[in-house]
């Protein structure tokens, strides 16, 4: 019944890609959300999000209207912006070296089953391969999933 769904060919080979990268996608999210919670402390991220989303809204500003007096302030305020950056990459480096595995998928999985056969069809474009379906499937998943679990960016404003 669901031999189609399996098939290196379209559109079987295009929903399969797809349900892949919703799985990454969800998983990835899953667990950045995990890592924040557990390095940081989920109100605590939400909070150092919003405090460094003023500082880069303030600075804009003060550079505009090159205002020297807030300018100055903000400089005293740079050594605490920089250990919130340095703080909030903790769980996204740990993801991104998690991220890595997902080469295997690709390595040993979906480039010898798909190689370059054509596995969607997009109009205007004509057919695509694993590689150039795959990267655009994953962008909008990966955005989607991170909005709905909340890590995403504008996710929690």
Known sequence: MLEWLFSTQAPGATIFILLICIV???????????????????????????????FRSLSTRALRSKDQKILKKLEKQRPRITQIQRQMSKPQTILLLISFSYIIIWWFFLIPLYGATNIAFIPGFGGVSVVLWYFPCSLFFGTVASRILGVGVGAME
Do not use: D, H, P, V
């Open 24 to 54: 990454i996608s969800f998983a990835n999210s899953l667990i950045n959300r995990l890592l924040i919670n557990r390095l940081i402390g989920w109100e605590e991220y939400k909070s150092m999000q919003k405090e460094l989303k003023e």
